[in-house]
């Protein structure tokens, strides 16, 4: 349950635990509401006024009571406020804008190659400005710009990328801090994420994990990453990048795929190394969805390559299993969902086999329902999640809502 407080210096919480009720239970009474923050009637309804007055929600139904009037039920108004959300990796950039419900009004997507910092910005500039064009954006309330960029990162106090840890798989954007450049040409405030962790907190707050408190979340993009979220909270570790399962070294022999001096699991996943293994025996493929059909077809090189991924994941997710003891791990991100949904069916059964006898359960394994665009929607909630999260982080912020 989400428990609200009284106290005069937790306003900004109040309307946050206020529109996060609404959202997660909407369409929804007042009295409804405060039942389940534990918030009085007075407070709740100061809140929905001002939620009302900037427009984040809307009156809805009349529900009929045994007795008295009818109550006026409140859901989330999705015409109420718009963003942005980037996903940039090596070979694409999604962008995406959402409304305030979550829905993607517009995407535009683009084939890359690697592109230096000064291309990638000018395309992500131009890629925000057709996104943002419309009279219906502009009359909003816009909470901003997020973006996913390949991690591990570095992300620093000024909300820019001082440094990306793994300059071989992007060399040219080493030291590059991409929110002062966007910063020149966009007027609104900038996000920025491990595209993992952004991926997670889509799926937290509009995908499978939306009533999960405690997950973990494997994303495959352009390699393999993750995130986790604790008492439903994204928890990003000491430098921001908890939940790397790309960088667990082989417990066995090494993949095919690897090509490092310290080889690691995500070289398994790397889309473009895998695109070249497949073309060593005349097999084209030049995207995600061209796995799928491979896969249909059970052609046999593939299927060497899925058999060899689903023991590399058994192995990162006992480690976690026994780290942490989850309840729940979802898989997501741009491997087509036939194939995801192979990798969670046959994972429970390898894990066991390589769990101690004393302990005869595990996680539950989860399909994420954010698609392949999980990342750029994740990016596109960062800015929706900076406004509206329930964190115990708001009760040490100076401002309110």
């Known amino acids: ?37 534990n918030l009085t009637a007075q407070t709740v309804s100061n809140i929905v006024n001002r939620l009302l007055e900037r427009k984040f929600v809307k009156e809805g139904r009349k529900l009929q009571k045994k007795r008295g009037a009818p109550s006026t039920t409140l859901e989330v108004n999705p015409s109420g406020a718009y963003s942005v959300g980037l996903d940039f990796n090596r070979d694409h950039l999604t962008g995406i804008l959402v409304d305030l419900a979550g829905a993607v009004k517009t995407k535009i997507f683009y084939e890359i190659d690697s592109p230096s910092p000064k291309k990638g910005i000018e395309l992500m500039v131009s890629t925000i400005n057709q996104l943002t064009s419309s009279d219906e954006v502009k009359s909003a309330y816009f909470c901003g710009v997020g973006i996913g960029l390949p991690g591990p990162l570095e992300i620093n106090k000024n909300n820019e ?90 417990l066995s022999d090494k993949s095919p795929l690897s090509y490092s001096e310290q080889p690691h699991i995500g070289e398994h996943f790397n889309l473009n190394e895998l695109y070249g293994w497949l073309r060593e025996d005349d097999i084209i493929v030049n995207r995600p969805e061209d796995l799928g059909n491979l896969f249909l077809e059970k052609n046999k090189r593939f299927m060497e390559w899925l058999d060899l991924a689903k023991r590399y994941l058994a192995s990162a997710f006992m480690f976690t299993e026994y780290l942490i003891d989850i309840e729940v791990i979802i898989l997501g991100g741009r491997l087509p969902h ?64």
């Open 1 to 37: 349950m989400l428990t609200g407080t009284n106290l005069t210096y937790t306003k900004a919480y109040n309307f946050r635990i206020v529109f996060e009720t609404i959202r997660l239970h909407g369409p929804i009474s007042r009295a409804d509401i405060a039942r389940r923050t």
């Open 161 to 250: 990328v001082s440094n990306t840890i793994n300059p071989k798989a992007f060399p040219k954007w080493k030291h590059v801090p991409v929110g002062d450049l966007l910063a020149e040409h966009v007027d609104s405030p900038i996000f920025i994420e491990n595209n993992a962790s952004a991926a997670t907190i889509g799926e937290r707050w509009y995908g499978a994990g939306k009533n999960i408190s405690n997950f973990v979340y494997a994303f495959f993009g352009a390699g393999l990453g993750g995130g986790l979220v604790l008492n439903g909270n994204l928890y990003e570790g000491h430098n921001q990048n908890a939940g790397e399962f790309g960088y667990f070294p082989f």
């Open 338 to 401: 036939v194939i995801i949904e192979d990798i969670a069916k046959d994972i429970p059964e390898l894990i066991s086999e390589l769990r101690s006898e004393v302990k005869t359960s595990g996680p539950r394994f989860v399909c994420g329902t954010a698609g392949v665009d999980a990342a750029a929607l994740g990016a596109a909630i960062l800015p929706m999640f900076d406004l509206f999260s329930v964190t115990k982080d708001v009760l040490l912020k100076n401002g309110t809502n």
